[in-house]
Every structure is written in C-alpha cells, then in structure tokens.
C-alpha cells in the first residue's frame, strides 16, 4: 500500500520533471547557448592556468626576466578577457530563455483560469490563484537562468578537469577524478531533504498570501471592531510560521554546499600537501621529477575541478524551489498546461447581427452545492416562450442565482437546457455570449473609467453608444455631476462608487449588447424607489421582443413581468398571477 | 539609500544576530584565502627545497588543514545565522506595516488599489531581506577583507597594494554602486509591472463570471499578455545588469591578477620577493575576489530593493485621514447621537451632506432613507469617524466625537457597512471578530437574531464550518446575515446598519425588521435602508435628499 502511494508519488514527480523539460525545449537556441558557453569558458580556463603555472616556472625556477614572459602574460590576459564574455553571453542567454518561459507558462496558466467555469475559481483562493501566477511561476527563472546551465557543466567540467590533470600529475588527477563524482552523490542526499521542505515552504507562502489579501479587505471592520492589533499578531504569527518553515529548507539546503565546500577544501589542501611532499621527497609516486609548472598548474586547476559543482550547489535549491512550485500548480490547477500545442484563438463576440428572441425550455435541472452535499435545483423543469418576461421569486440562498448561472453555462450542471432549437451545451461559446446577456448578482468592475467598463459590454461601442446605455442605466445620473463624467477612473472591485452605483455600471455593460436572452439578477437591488422604477422602465424597454429572466425579491420588478416562478423544494413552479397582482 | 536608511532601526534590533553573520562571513573569506595562498606559498617552497634539507613541514601543513576545516563550519554558520535574522525582519517588518495601515484606512481606493496592497506587503517586504544577506554584510566583509590584504600587499611588495586596491574595491564597491544605480529603473519597473500582473490576474479572478457571460475573457487576456510583457522586459533588463556586472567582476579579478603577476615578477627578478611569496600572494588575492562576485550578483536586486523600500515608506507615510486628539477626553455614559450643522463632500462639485442636523436619543431607532449615493452610508461613516466633517459636530452621548480616542468610540458604536466581508476562516472565528471572548450560546443568539440560526444549524460542523475566501459559499444573503450577526454580537450599545437586507428576499427581510426591536435590545439604532418599514419598526424614519435631512412622514 505504502510503496505503492510512494510509486504513484515517483511517477508524478517524473512526469513533472519531464514536463519542466518540456519548457526548456521552448527555447531551444538560447537554452543551448546559456548551456555551451561555460563549457567553452571551462576549456579556455585550462589554458590559462596552464599559461600561469609557466611564467611562474620561468620565473622562479628558470629565473626567465619579464619582458621574456610577456607573450605568455599577454595571452592570460586574452584569455581573461575572452571568457568574461563568455560569461556575459551565456548568462544573458539563460535569462532571456527563463523570462520566455515564464511569459509562455503565465499566459497558458491565466488562459487556463479565465477558461474554466467560474464555479473552478470561486472554489479557490484568489490570493492563492495570484500568488501561483505572479510568485510562484518567478521561482521558474533560477531553475532555467542558473540550474540548467551549471547542472551540465557539473556534470562535464570536473571530469573533463581530472582527465586534463591525469597526464600532468596522475595522482592528482585520479584524486579529482574519485573525488568530484563522490560530490554530487552527497549532494543528492542532501538535494532530496531540501525538496521536500521546500515544498512545505511554497504552501505556507500561497497561505501567507492569501491570509493577507483577507485581511487587508477587511482592515476597515477589523479596525471598528478593535481586532486590528490582535490581526497584526496574527499576520507577525503566519509570518514566523514562514519563517521556521523557510529556515528547515535552507538548514538541509546550506548542508549541501557545506559537502561541496569540505570537498574543494580537501581538494586544495590535499594537492598542497601532496604536491609538497613529494617535492620533499617524503612521497615518491613517481618515475620522473615533478616540476613546479606542474605542481602550481595540479594547484590551480584544484579549486575549479569542484567550482561548477559549488555553482551547482548554489542553485540547486533553484531546483527544489521550481519543482516545489510546479508541484503545487499541478494541486491548484489540477493538470499543468500543456504549453507546445497551438492555443485556442481567444473568443471573438460578433458584435453585429440582431439576435431574436430565444425560447428556453429547461428539463430534469439538477444543481448540487459546492460540496455536494445537498442539491440547489432538483429536476427542476419549466418553459418560457421567446419574447417572454419572467420573474423568479424565492428566498435568499434558494438557488435563484443558481438557475440563472445554469442558464447562462456559468455553472456545471445535471439535465437539460434548450435555448430554442439549440442545447445549451452544443452551442460554440461566441454564439452563445452574443445571444445570452447575463448580469450577476455581485457585477465587478475593474481598474479604468466607467466608460471603460461600460464598453465591456461590447468593445467596438461609439462614445455616443455608451453614453446611451449610460443614461438608460441610470449611470448619467451620477457620473454627469463627476468631474470628469464617465472617463472618471474608479478603483478596482468599483471603490468610489456605491454598491447601487456599481451595479447600474454593469447593467450598462447589458444595453450594448444585442442578446435574445437576458438573464438578470437581482438588477435593482440597493436602488431607492425613484431609481428602482426607472431602471425597471430601461430593463422592460430594451426587454421588448427579447426573452428575459429576472431574479428578484423585489415584488416590483415582479409585478412588472409577464408571469412569475418561485423556487420551491428545488423546483421552479409558476405563481398564479393573480395572487401575484394581490401581493404587489 | 535614504528610504532603505529609514529602516535601520529594523536591522539593529537585530543587531546581535547580524553582527555575528558579518563576523562568520569574514572568517569564511580570509580562511578561503589563506588556504589557497598558504597552499601556493608551501607548494612553491617545498620544490625550491632540495630533498633532504630541513623544511618546516609541520606548520604549513596544520595551517592548511586548520583553514579548511574553520572555512566549512564558518561558512555554514554564516549563512543559517544570517537567513535566520533576516527572516526574523520580515516577521517585524510585516506586523509593523500592518499596524501602520490601520490607522490610515480606509484608504483612498482609487490610488492604492487592492491587488498593489497585497504585493506591497508580501513581495515589497520580501525584496528588503536582500539588503543584509546581499549587499551590507558582504560589502563590510569585503571591506575587512580587502584592507587586511592591501596592507598585506603593501608590506610585501611595493606598488601591489594600489593594484590590488584598485581591482578588488572597483570589483566589490564601484562596480556595485555603478549597476545599483543603472538597475534602478528597470527594477522599479519590474515591481509595477509585477503589481499590474497581480492585478490582471485578481481582476480575472474576482471578475471571471462577468468576463465570461460578457465574451470579455480574451479582452482579459489580452490585459494580462500586456502586463506580462512588460514584466519580462523588465526583468530581462535587470538581469542584462546583473550578467553585465559579474562578467566585469570577472574581468576585472584578472586584470588584478596580470597587474600583480607583472609587478611581482619585477620584484621577484630583482630579488627583492621570494618566489614561494609571490605564489602565496597571487592565489590569496584571487581567492579574495569571491566576495566581489556575490556582491555584484545581488547589485541587480538591490535597486528593487530600493524601490520596494521607498513604496513600503510611501504608503506608511501617508498622513491617516483622522487622528486622535492628543489628550482625548473619555466618552461619558449614554447612547445618544447628535449632527449638528454638518458638511461633508469628497468632491467641492459633488458636496454629500449639507448642514446636516439629527437628534438621536438614547435607545431610539430611526431610519435613514433616500436615493442611492445620497449620501446615507455617509452619515453612518462619520458617526464611526471614519472620515472627518469639513464643518459641524457630530456628538455621541453629548461629546464630540473629534476630542474622543477612535477605540472608545469603535467600542462604543458598531457599524454594519456594506462593504464588510465574511473572513477567510470558520463561522467562529467570523463571529468573534465582534467580540473574542464570546462564549457558543452568544453566538447562537446572534445568529438566530441575524436568522441565520436554522442555516448554520444545517450545517454537518455547525459553528465551525470553514468558509472560503470571501466567504464564497455563502449566497449573498448568507454573507451579509453573517456580518450582521457579528454586529449584533459586539458590545457596542450604538448600532449603525447600512442596507442590513440587501440580498435578503422580502419575507426574511419583513421578518428581519419586525425583530429589529428585539435583536437590537435596546440599542440605539441608526438604520440606512431601501426596504419598506411598516408602522413601528422605527421611532422615525427620516429622508435624505439633496445633503439635506427631512422627516418623513410615511
């Protein structure tokens, strides 16, 4: 049972780290690039090396002058100078690949989102949702820009370095060739702790997030209530949360680079100590004499034998951290994009072509809870003629929202929805925008002027189009006494405006478009009488030969509609409209 | 500088911690230069040494073993020691900012948008640890490094110490302050663009039923591909700096390195400097430049840092729109409400109220009715001060409310406003928000005068049921019977309800207001409403037109 949960956890995690490079082969050139470039800056580090040992040779053994070195001296200098620009080239290289990668991988994540249902976000947190997108997909770039790079040249340098030495110095050479595969084995064992408590780290910084973008919307109830302080503590608390759990990754994480740093040490340390004895003559290994060149080139090259498997160790936690967050995007999204097919076109709403009146037939509608405990909607089941206005009355929580939701393919749901020849789930998501008007029950606004948002409703609208749909919303009458009128920007979620305000904005949004079903919810409610009657008289106007479905509690929105439904035990049934002109 | 400077007293408060980190850092650097230039210095004699005459092995050969050994442990601990302390930071850096918030909501929403909040606490936050770790304890390492090896140099060797002063400040202070400033722009940038992509992002969140019954999803997307871009240029700029920098550290490491091999073998030829010296002080002053490659590789994300530091100040230093009096005087007893003669508007064009006078007795319930956006929510928000009058007084039991400390008043007055939000959190935990030390019977009494009892009744974990994020799985009417319940649960003896039934349909909502006198308790009441109000649910229901008040007579 449990190798099996292990095995299936093996298999995940293969089938994220194929995934990750699958990224990498997005940008094939720039990857190989960032790739080649310390390789090529490796062998040119040889050479050098080798040059540095010789003059040093000449000069204290050979007792040679300067000006006779100074070919050699003149060719160090070269290469230093080549391979500072291999460094700019490749690392300029690895970044722009990473920063392409992160734009291809947040476009497919954000596509993804606005493209599933909006029951798939409301069930998660958009702190969560955000952080994923903005934070998460950043932590993408070390493992791209640095990991990937040093990786292969951990896996290629120190060998390549050893073998260099071996005709040099065998001994020294074998030393580095034992030693340096040692180190990524070590590293491993290390690598594997880092992962897991790097991962506990991605979840408590998306909580963090989330925790904070609650509180900060409600700072202003904490505030009367006099819980701000005792909120504060709280944010300190998640915030030392973070920080034992960060601290647990980077304790197993700095272990790693504490065996890279014993082994390159030991290295240096180890060639010194022989190198010196056997000039000493206290360690004979060897048939020939050993000169100084050789000595100093065995000391040189020591360091940098385990330098790229200390870069490795460097970024290695860019690893950790970028399958950790891979891990919890394949939680949150369930499924990681797939990001080397074409993508979807974006859907065009076809702004023309007057939609008529749709019938809506609706049989066997059965919508559960979120949890899906109880049902909202039972087998509900009625018929509206096209042309048609219909109320729905019911108690708060009844599921009125939920109908209309249903309808307009808002909501995942059981049985059948015809909207006239037409099933609800057949039709192209264009073709039903354009015929299905659909105003929720907490309409928001975003960042711009009302205007803009107006527009919203139809993008290619004239000024004078939304200025129309303005007034008939009862939006001029709050938004002509504003300095600037309808270009007035408001804040995001509509700060600055009233709830009722906000609302009349997006009910605007409906009168620019042409839909043969209107699906309104709740469209007056926090409005006062005078208004109330007036945006009814807009609705039932520009209603005139269209079906349209309202859910109200208002009894005078009802009063104003052909026939009236109430949600009863999950079923839509009709009011005798007689009953009904009583009531109102 | 100057706003990073702002938050010194933040890193002497942790002042041991990071003190002992600058400590472990110079240790680590002068042990991995000494190893390589013991090693070279031991090496080169040893071969100028004929076999068979008396070398001191013993010496050379501990220091060697010695320096790696303390090298390891000094640079793991350096490291922990470090990350542990600047983490420590971010905790008090988050409450501190949180706390400096409080006072200053609520904000001006159409400047500090929610999504730039949230980035400014966490990502703006999280930037300023790289100010310790990343550039002052390796420029103060670099700084002891780097002047123990000149003086080292300069002993040694004439001319070195110039050289080497030169390359290795250049490399660890110059090139630094040069990149700082050059990523100064591309990393202010990167922070808006990042926030403008949170923003995107909430926006297709929070909106996301809207964008798609509108068709707008690819209008959406478009948005965020232009945020995204920008992002990625930005950041692409950044890092060009950052890889600029360590290929001249690079650079400048060997143009270091060649001045002194040129100055030394002079010495060396003229016999002023041994050979196994020459070798010592070459490989130490290599191994030295390690220091200036870490400090260059964080030059980049110390402009962001800058950046983040000035914002985080920007938005704690906004003045908060109402202070407290400095001696505020004690809110006497009583539950009594006056305006006398108030004015109030945002916009001089669009003035709210206008010499406003309401008498509210102790325990009365009124009624304030009247248009949407007529300025109800208003008076309800000044009598929380929420804002401050521009003219007249507003009085709760006969004090003005200006001369009273904020808490007093918040604990003496409640407000249900309609903008308040159900917490990430349980059932509980919502309610207690009202009062935190209120026991399970009190909260069912609040939930059954909210009617909101049977519900939660329902409910398979009762008062503890979780409730996502904006309470999403609660209907609007849920959510707002919630609120109101935590309301009705405070202690505050004066109750301000803004539009309490909003979502609720007419039979709860009638039923709600027929209970108002019980569930109030005799409270004073003040009651913004659209919903119709029979016969003695109210004292008096006065109507708000035109910034004026005028009792109605329905």
């Known amino acids: 049972m449990e190798t099996a949960a292990a095995k299936g956890s093996g298999d995940r995690d293969r089938a994220q780290a194929r995934w990750m490079m699958g990224l990498w082969r997005l940008v094939r050139v720039l990857a190989a690039v960032s790739v080649a470039a310390p390789l090529i800056s490796g062998a040119l580090l040889v050479v050098q090396a080798y040059l540095l040992a010789h003059v040093l040779h000449g000069a204290i053994v050979g007792g040679e002058a300067r000006d006779a070195l100074l070919p050699s001296i003149l060719a160090i200098a070269g290469l230093i100078g080549a391979r500072s620009l291999l460094a700019f080239a490749g690392e300029r290289a690895g970044v722009r690949a990473a920063e392409a990668v992160k734009s291809k991988l947040r476009k497919a994540l954000f596509g993804r989102l606005v493209g599933e249902d909006p029951t798939w976000t409301a069930s998660r947190s958009s702190g969560a949702l955000a952080n994923m997108i903005v934070d998460q997909v950043e932590a993408l770039e070390g493992f791209f820009a640095r990991y990937m790079p040093a990786l292969v040249a951990a896996a290629i340098l120190p060998l390549a370095f050893a073998i260099t030495v071996l005709p040099v110095e065998p001994v020294v050479g074998l030393l580095f060739l034992v030693t340096a595969p040692l180190i990524p084995v070590f590293m491993a064992l290390v690598g594997w702790g880092a992962e897991a408590a790097s991962r506990n780290h991605v979840q408590a910084m998306a909580r963090l997030s989330g925790l904070f973008a609650d509180r900060l919307r409600g700072i202003v109830t904490l505030k009367l209530f006099g819980r701000a302080e005792a909120e504060a503590a709280r944010v300190e608390a998640a915030s030392d949360e973070l920080r034992r759990r960060t601290l647990g990754v980077l304790k197993v994480a700095f272990l790693s680079s504490a065996v890279l740093e014993f082994f390159a040490a030991l290295g240096v340390a180890g060639v010194a100590l022989y190198v010196g004895l056997t000039y000493l003559g206290l360690i004979d290994f060897r048939s020939t004499a050993l000169t100084l060149q050789a000595g100093l080139f065995c000391l040189l090259m020591a360091p940098e034998v385990y330098s790229p498997l200390r870069q490795l160790a460097v970024h290695y936690h860019d690893r950790a951290a970028a399958k950790a967050a891979i891990a919890e995007m394949a939680v949150l999204f369930e499924t990681l994009p797939d990001l080397t097919t074409l993508e979807a076109p974006a859907v065009a709403v076809p702004s023309g072509g007057a939609a008529a009146a749709m019938p809506l037939t609706v049989n066997d509608l059965t919508v559960k809870t979120p949890d899906g405990r109880s049902l909202v909607l039972d087998e509900a089941g009625f018929t509206i003629a096209p042309g048609e206005h219909v109320a729905i009355l019911g108690e708060s929580g009844i599921g009125k929202s939920t109908l209309l939701e249903a309808i307009a393919r808002l909501r995942t749901c059981d049985g059948d929805i015809k909207l006239g020849a037409w099933d609800l789930r057949d039709l192209d998501e264009s073709d039903l925008r354009s015929r299905v008007a659909f105003l929720g029950q907490r309409p928001r606004l975003f960042q711009g002027s009302i205007a803009d948002n107006i527009r919203l409703g139809r993008r290619d609208a004239s000024d004078d189009e939304v200025r129309a749909a303005a007034e008939k919303a009862q939006v001029s009458v709050f938004a002509n006494v504003l300095e600037h009128g309808l270009e007035t920007v408001i804040g995001d979620g509509g700060v600055g405006l009233s709830g009722g305000e906000a609302h009349r904005v997006a009910l605007a949004r409906i009168f620019l478009r042409d839909p043969g079903l209107l699906l309104l919810d709740e469209p007056t409610a926090h409005l006062d009488a005078t208004t109330e009657a007036r945006v009814i008289t807009a609705i039932r106007e520009f209603a005139a030969g269209r079906t349209l479905i309202v859910a109200t509690h208002s009894l005078k929105v009802a009063s104003a509609m052909d026939r009236v439904f109430r949600i009863v035990h999950g079923k839509v049934v009709p009011v005798r409209s007689t009953a009904r002109k009583d009531a109102a | ?554």
């Not at chain 2, 009744?457 to 109101?484: H, I, K, N, V």
């Open chain 2, 1 to 554: 500088m100057k706003a990073l400077l702002s938050f010194a007293p933040f890193f002497v408060r942790r002042g041991g911690a990071f003190l002992m980190a600058l400590g472990l850092a110079v240790v680590t650097l002068a042990a991995g230069a000494g190893l390589l230039g013991v090693s070279g210095w031991f090496l080169t004699g040893a071969a100028l040494t004929s076999a068979g005459v008396a070398f001191n092995l013993f010496g050379p050969s501990a220091l060697v073993r010695g320096l790696s050994f303390v090298r390891i442990v000094s640079r793991y601990g350096e490291k922990l020691v470090g990350h542990d302390a600047t983490l420590r930071l971010l905790a008090d850096l988050r409450g501190w900012q949180f706390r400096r918030l409080i006072p200053r909501v609520p904000l001006d929403g159409r400047t500090w948008r929610r999504g730039d909040l949230v980035s400014r606490l966490t990502a703006d936050i999280d930037a300023l640890d790289t100010v310790f770790l990343s550039a002052l304890g390796p420029i103060a390492t670099a700084l002891a490094v780097g002047a123990a090896m000149i003086v080292v140099l300069a002993w040694c060797l004439p001319g070195a110490g110039l050289v080497y002063g030169l390359g290795f400040f250049g490399a660890a202070l110059g090139l630094p302050a040069v990149l700082i400033v050059a990523a100064r722009t591309p990393g202010e940038t990167a922070m808006a663009a990042s926030a403008d992509l949170r923003m995107a992002v909430l926006d297709g969140i929070e909106g996301h039923t809207d964008l798609r019954a509108l068709g707008a999803t690819g209008w959406a997307r478009e948005g965020f591909t232009a945020a995204s871009a920008r992002l990625q240029r930005a950041r692409t700029r950044q890092a060009t700096i950052g890889a600029l920098g360590n290929a001249l550290v690079q650079a400048l490491a060997g143009v270091t390195l060649v001045g002194l091999l040129w100055i030394g073998l002079e010495a060396h030829h003229a016999g002023s400097l041994d050979g196994p010296v020459l070798v010592g002080l070459l490989l130490a002053s290599l191994g030295s430049f390690e220091i200036a490659l870490s400090i260059v590789r964080s030059a980049g994300r110390l402009g962001a840092a800058q950046a983040a530091a000035r914002r985080v100040k920007a938005l704690s230093a906004t003045a908060p729109a109402v202070q407290d009096v400095a001696n505020p005087l004690p809110l006497p007893c009583g539950n009594s409400v006056s305006f006398e003669n108030v004015c109030f508007g945002y916009d001089p064009r669009r003035p709210v109220l206008e010499d406003l006078s309401l008498h509210v007795a102790s325990g009365e319930r009124i009624a304030l009715i009247g248009s949407s956006g007529s300025g109800k929510s208003t008076i309800l928000s000044l009598l929380l001060r929420l804002a401050d009058t521009k003219a007249g007084t507003v009085r709760v039991a006969g004090e003005n409310i200006a001369d009273v400390a904020q808490d007093e008043l918040h604990r003496r007055v409640a407000l249900l406003s309609q903008d308040t939000p159900v917490f990430l959190g349980t059932i509980r935990d919502n309610l207690l928000i009202g009062k935190p030390d209120a026991d399970t019977p009190e909260c069912w009494r609040a939930l059954t005068a909210a009617r909101l009892d049977a519900f939660v009744r329902g409910l398979p974990e009762g008062l503890d049921t979780w409730l996502g994020e904006a309470g999403r799985t609660l209907s609007a009417g849920q959510a707002r019977r919630l609120c109101l319940a935590r309301v009705l649960l405070s202690s505050a003896s004066v109750i301000a309800l803004d539009e309490p039934t909003s979502g609720l349909d007419p039979e709860t909502e009638r039923d709600f207001m027929s209970d108002l006198s019980v569930a109030t308790g005799g409270r004073t009441v003040l009651l913004a409403t659209h919903a119709g109000l029979a016969p003695g649910m109210v004292d008096r229901v006065y109507r708000l037109e035109a910034g004026r008040l005028a009792l109605s007579e329905s």
